[in-house]
């Protein structure tokens, strides 16, 4: 799924939250390995789980696709600072389940780019 871009300000930092395109996947990886140094609060460690390029290019090209995923990023600046998925479930039974993950950069906490990612997934 593909969303409108929506643009907010928080505490003098101004971010972009958007769907995610195929060229973030470069980006997105390194991001990704990042955040997972960045914090205990995720399950894995830092390169474990690690997604390429490519894959990533793959994962954006079919939640794109989807009515039932949806690939955010945060940009600020142009660069990338971190991201959300929601990925849901085809199943007619617990088609009302999804599941949510988000990542953001530690330099980047606290400017409500997480709950921003968990509004606009809800809308």
């Known amino acids: 799924m ?11 930092l101004y971010y972009i939250v958007r769907s ?8 997105l990886s390194k991001v990704r390995l990042q955040i997972d140094g960045e914090t205990e609060n995720l399950d894995r460690v830092q390169g474990e789980a690690y997604i390429d390029e490519e894959t990533f290019k793959d994962i954006i090209k079919n939640d794109s696709e989807s009515h ?3 690939f955010l990023v945060a940009q600020i600046n142009g660069v990338i600072v ?4 929601c990925e849901g479930n085809t199943l007619k039974r617990t088609s009302h389940k999804v599941e949510f993950g ?3 950069l530690k330099a980047y906490w606290g400017y409500g780019i997480g709950k921003n990612f968990l509004v606009e997934s809800i809308r």
């Not at 593909?2 to 003098?12: L, M, Y």
């Open 68 to 70: 039932n995923n949806l």
């Open 82 to 85: 971190g991201f959300s998925r």
């Open 102 to 104: 988000v990542g953001v």
């Open 2 to 12: 593909i969303v409108d871009s929506k643009e907010f300000d928080v505490g003098n």
């Open 20 to 27: 995610a395109e195929l060229k973030d996947a470069k980006a």
